[in-house]
């Protein structure tokens, strides 16, 4: 009785906590408004599974006969949304998540396939048995619903370790961590039969990443979505005593000040946006771009050839002139471009200044035309 009781305190708690998470959620969108509503998604699905959890709890313990059909229903839709929540964080942590239907299709066979075994199991007992006298015992085939969902969690690791333009070093530790305590609930539980951790521990889960995402908010910029100048100077530190070579190439928005007396601050902030849009898929996979100014971006390129540099500023400029087809706002960004050795005497920093000067050259240059000359 008193270990019910624990149960089910742990599970209230743990649906308070998310129920305040969701609000937070809701009031403060921390990446994009998409990712904010998925990972509102699994936060109201891992409360559905706490409170099937807790009527379980309650069910279990009870030998009323009719108890037995809604005994069976609560645990058909429990093994059911299991591993929703890990396919869920996949959704989440997937950024091309959209751009293939069919593969996503064939990732959503498994949930289908124990969505199915689940329902079968009312009779067959497949997953779970409840018998006439209430009385409930696992099925032969009673970690399908876990297999499956470590198979979710594998690919949520395999995603967070390949991303290297997102998540630092550190905050793939961090992200890991966070995600192994639902792992570590699942194995518990199916250690010791009378614990009962997986939703409680996805909660815990849940509620960190959040803080996390929270803490990571303060690296990017809040207009832009790229990241600020605080995170800039953080790289820039570890290429003082580092072993990389890098290309640091720094832009210049230009007519900002024009626009904004001319358009207003919100056509200002509107070119500004879509410029960091326009150097952050120019450079993606290739470089990671900062704001470190009111019209000023730096992208920094860790072990960039400068035939690669080159390339993709020939990229951005096409692409800048197929946007400025559309605009009646032309975007004009001045770029210049240095190249730093980790073998050579010279400092970081004065790459930067090098750069920096070189990018002044081409913003004087650029008077009267847009994007980059042969000749420049």
């Known amino acids: 009785m008193t270990n019910m009781i624990t149960l089910i305190s742990t599970d209230i708690l743990a649906i308070i906590a998310l129920c305040f998470t969701i609000n937070l959620a809701k009031r403060n969108v921390v990446i994009n408004n998409k990712k904010n509503m998925i990972y509102i998604s699994a936060s109201v699905t891992t409360i559905i599974l706490l409170i099937l959890e807790i009527s379980t709890i309650l069910m279990g313990s009870s030998s009323n006969s009719n108890l037995v059909i ?32 069919l593969h996503n299709f064939f990732l959503t066979i498994p949930l289908y396939f124990n969505t199915f075994i689940c ?15 209430n009385q409930y015992a696992r099925g032969k085939l009673f970690l399908l619903p876990t297999i499956i969902s470590m198979f979710y969690y594998v690919l949520v690791l395999i995603i967070v370790i390949k991303n290297s333009i997102e998540y630092e070093i550190e ?19 199916l250690l ?4 009962i951790l997986i939703w409680s521990c996805t909660s815990i889960s849940l509620l ?12 990017y910029d809040v207009q832009t979505k790229i990241k600020n100048r605080a995170s800039f100077e953080k790289e820039m530190g570890q290429y003082v005593n580092g ?29 500004i946006f879509h410029a960091a849009k326009v ?65 050579a005497s010279e400092s970081i920093y004065s790459t930067f200044y090098r750069a920096d000067k070189a990018m002044y050259t081409n913003k004087a240059k650029l008077k009267g035309f847009y994007g980059r000359r042969n000749t420049d």
């Open 70 to 101: 809604p005994y069976r229903i609560a645990n058909i839709l429990g093994f059911s949304l299991s591993p929703v929540i890990p396919f869920i964080l996949f959704l989440f942590f997937n950024n091309d998540n959209t751009k293939n239907i």
């Open 119 to 133: 329902i079968l199991s009312y009779k067959t007992g497949f997953i779970f048995f409840v018998n006439a006298q």
């Open 171 to 189: 905050d793939k530790k961090i992200i890991i961590s966070i995600f192994f305590i639902p792992v570590l609930g699942i194995i518990l539980q």
């Open 192 to 195: 010791f039969k009378n614990i």
């Open 208 to 219: 960190l990443y959040y803080i996390f995402l929270l803490e990571l908010q303060f690296r």
């Open 243 to 271: 072993d990389n070579n890098a290309t640091i190439v720094m832009f210049d928005l230009n007519n900002l000040k024009v626009t904004n007396d001319k358009h207003g601050h919100k056509a200002g902030d509107e070119m």
């Open 279 to 343: 150097i952050e898929e120019s450079f993606m996979g290739i470089g990671t771009p900062y704001r470190i100014g009111g019209d000023e971006f730096c992208v920094i390129c860790k072990e960039a050839s400068k035939e690669l540099v080159d390339s993709t500023l020939s990229s951005l400029d096409d692409l800048l002139v197929k946007i400025n087809q559309k605009r009646q706002i032309k975007i004009v960004l001045a770029y210049g471009h240095a190249f730093y050795s980790k073998d």
